[in-house]
């Protein structure tokens, strides 16, 4: 019988600790990658064992028997002769129970002993078990369950020291059985039985990759850093490796082919360095890679170019890649990021030009705007310039007389060749938008003697290369229109803006000063996983750009007269993808810009789109949707023709601008030149015809224009039995295009008018 009690007993002692080995190697493991996981694992793993193994054994005697522990008082009742050695420990215990009585406590007939530390030496032989060099202890466990509790103990502790080994020294290894187990769920298709997040690969660590990846779920997330012959042990040198490494984010070698191939997998490849010429000779070589071993499940290739770099070059090495991967049927697609369009762009989606003070829709039924843009850009490199670009795009709007809200622009830099482009290839948008270059440098006397000068302006953007001075000069500005113009902080608020990259100066420098302007620009800003891989803006963009790529398509060609474009490429959304894959880069910009611009016709119509919710009760936003019999209304088909030509004539205000400030320029052909275009009576002569081969285009002129510059192509269709041109019903089609909001999962709100 008691050969069975002590067989069960060791089941049970057996199964327990099995179970809690393997509850701990999971937790651990799945931990290792965390340095901050494993501290907090030490730190309860520490109080668990201080609490099982140092807890305290009760012993309670009774009357007229003995219930207590060995050596208690009541055992030495009994005779010598049956209980010496008994009587003997009990008189030793009660002498030393003298001595410490802070260790034992009497109460109501129990006795409460700390078990493992009636003695320096006990203490001395626990720790022990973690720093050896205090000595001997004696390893010999307590019998029952405080022998369970004492093996726990040390497995416990065991366990910690053997992960955090691992944690710090072979996470390659645990990095290159991952990718393996994920090439073989890969290879014997158990996607639907093995869950398997999406890879993201960053092929250099830097600033920027550091501050998207550490956005991103670390299991996702694989550094693939060339390890030039070196051992990881050297690697561990290398402090931004060590830092990556450690910070929970997987590492593997990009040496050999064998490792580039299992990369394949991956759903994202970032090229986003510190070092943009590398950046685009990698992408070149890893794209090749892709190409040769006919990779043809998605892949998203992400190559960051520096700020100087040639836009026409670029593009055209994407483009070309692009065209030839959507022509021959794979999914992969390069996107260049430039980080001064990305933060362009989403200073714009959080502060459009709407929301400038002294500005306002006028009239929800015409359309109509009210107020002047005047504006001040505090440095013009590259970021300046794109900035200040997108910024007069976006102040498109027609004023309700026939004309544009004005838009004056003031450019203040210290070097004077920074205006050298701008004024060599961009007079007429220096002549239409009213931009002043201004050389001096920003805080001279000079630069203060000029805003004494000028106007009071709606909207500054300090954009200079140095954060500090950007703080400095938004607090400056700020205090000084504070005093002389009596403004009002929130007034301040939403005029002065300061650029930062910095993520420690927004924290630490921005706290005392955010009632007064606001900052934007940080690095963990811009390279978000939310706003690069998952833009609702973009999905529109590809919205935007399939519903006009439709008219390319073969089955959009039989559609018979007065089809719905909309709606048929409602049905049609899968062709989107392919539309947006084979379009050039300028071509995805401008289409970008369009669907940015549909929340400013939104705004025009009395309507507001967010992402989410607002919750802010004085806005002035109806907490509702628009109901389904409301979205004809929203889509003007039930509008008057009046105020649909004036939101249509506010987007070619929008286009014109996209292409003004990049550059471009007004066509004026001859009728010798379109005769010889169409190629014998060939081909349709167009407004665009020319847009290949240079940067110019016949629309760019005025809305009320575009029917006399249409006559001059259809004199030439006619005559040749082509189609003819009617340039306005494609600005009023994308005003229809407004169901895109939807389609892309934005909400829409009914909200009053200014007035």
């Not at 890969?186 to 999406?198: H, I, Y």
């Not at 580039?260 to 991956?266: C, F, G, N, Q, S």
């Amino acid at each position: 019988m008691n050969g069975m009690v002590f067989a069960f007993k060791t089941a049970v002692y057996l199964a327990f600790g099995a179970l809690t080995t393997a509850a701990m190697l999971l937790v651990m493991v799945r931990a290792a990658r965390n340095k901050y996981a494993m501290i907090l694992i030490g730190v309860f793993l520490f109080i668990a064992g201080f609490v099982t193994y140092f807890s305290p054994v009760e012993s309670c005697g009774k009357a007229g028997g003995s219930h207590g522990i060995p050596g208690s008082a009541n055992d030495c009742a009994r005779p010598v002769s049956a209980n010496t050695n008994e009587c003997l420990r009990a008189n030793a215990c009660m002498a030393d129970s003298t001595q410490n009585t802070a260790d034992d406590i009497s109460a109501g007939g129990c006795v409460f002993i700390k078990n493992g530390a009636k003695s320096l030496s006990s203490v001395n032989r626990t720790l022990s078990a973690f720093y050896p060099s205090r000595g001997e202890y004696d390893d010999t466990p307590p019998p029952g369950w405080g022998g369970l509790k004492y093996w726990l103990f040390h497995l416990a502790a065991i366990l910690y020291i053997l992960t955090l080994a691992v944690s710090y020294f072979g996470i390659e290894l645990i990095n290159a059985a991952s990718l393996w187990m994920r090439k073989q769920a890969k290879k014997w298709r158990l996607g639907a039985f093995v869950r398997q997040s999406e890879l993201n690969v960053f092929w250099d660590a830097g600033q920027e990759s550091e501050a998207l990846a550490g956005q991103m779920p670390s299991k996702s997330v694989v550094f693939a850093i060339a390890a030039g012959g070196r051992s990881w042990r050297k690697l561990q040198d290398d402090d931004a490796i060590c830092r990556l490494v450690r910070k929970g984010v997987l590492w593997i070698s990009s040496d050999s082919k064998t490792n580039r191939r299992l990369l394949t997998i991956a759903r994202r490849h970032f090229f986003i360095g510190p070092d943009c010429h590398e950046n685009v000779v990698k992408a070149q070589k890893y794209v090749q890679f892709l190409y040769d071993e006919n990779i043809r499940h998605k892949v998203d290739v992400y190559v960051r170019v520096w700020s100087d770099a040639d836009d026409d070059a670029v593009y055209a090495w994407a483009d070309k890649w692009n065209g030839r991967f959507s022509k021959e049927g794979f999914l992969t697609q390069i996107n260049v990021l430039r980080e001064e369009s990305i933060v362009s762009r989403r200073f714009l989606v959080d502060h459009p030009m709407l929301d400038c003070p002294g500005v306002r829709v006028s009239d929800c039924h015409t359309a109509s705007v009210a107020g002047e843009f005047k504006l001040l850009v505090v440095g013009f490199g590259v970021q300046g310039e794109r900035l200040m670009g997108d910024m007069i795009c976006d102040a498109q709007f027609p004023d309700g007389k026939g004309g544009a809200i004005p838009v004056s622009v003031d450019v203040v830099d210290r070097d004077d060749a920074s205006f050298g482009w701008w004024k060599a290839n961009c007079k007429e948008a220096c002549a239409r938008y009213g931009i002043h270059f201004e050389n001096c440098a920003a805080e001279s006397d000079r630069f203060w003697r000029f805003i004494e000068s000028r106007c009071v302006y709606n909207r500054i953007v300090i954009s200079t290369h140095d954060d500090i001075l950007n703080l400095r000069l938004a607090n400056d500005i700020a205090n000084y229109y504070a005093k002389r113009y009596r403004m009002d902080y929130a007034v301040l608020r939403n005029t002065i803006f300061a650029r930062v990259r910095r993520p420690s100066l927004s924290k630490v420098l921005c706290g005392g000063m955010a009632d007064r302007y606001q900052l934007f620009g940080d690095v963990l800003d811009t390279y978000s996983p939310k706003w690069l891989l998952n833009d609702s803006w973009d999905d529109g963009a590809k919205f935007i750009n399939g519903v006009w790529s439709a008219v390319y398509d073969e089955d959009f060609r039989k559609l018979p007269d007065g089809a719905d474009v909309i709606r048929w490429y409602l049905d049609n959304m899968d062709r989107g993808e392919k539309y947006w894959a084979a379009r050039p880069m300028l071509d995805k910009e401008s289409s970008r810009a369009s669907f940015l611009h549909m929340r400013n016709i939104l705004r025009l119509m009395g309507y507001e789109c967010r992402r989410d919710m607002p919750t802010d009760e004085n806005a002035g936003i109806k907490q509702l949707e628009i109901p389904e019999n409301q979205k004809e209304e929203l889509k003007c088909a039930a509008g008057d023709a009046k105020r649909r030509e004036k939101l249509a004539e506010s987007e070619h205000l929008r286009w014109m601008a996209f292409h003004f400030v990049r550059g471009w320029e007004k066509w004026s052909p001859t009728e010798d030149e379109l005769e010889k275009l169409s190629n014998g009576g060939k081909n349709r002569v167009e407004p665009n015809s020319m847009k290949s081969r240079a940067r110019i285009h016949a629309n760019l002129e005025d809305f009320a224009r575009l029917d006399e510059v249409d006559e001059k192509f259809n004199m030439i269709n006619r005559k040749n039995g082509r189609e003819s041109v009617n340039s306005k019903d494609k600005d009023i089609n994308i005003i229809y295009g407004i169901e895109a909001i939807y389609a892309t999962g934005f909400r829409v709100f009914k909200k009053a008018c200014d007035t």
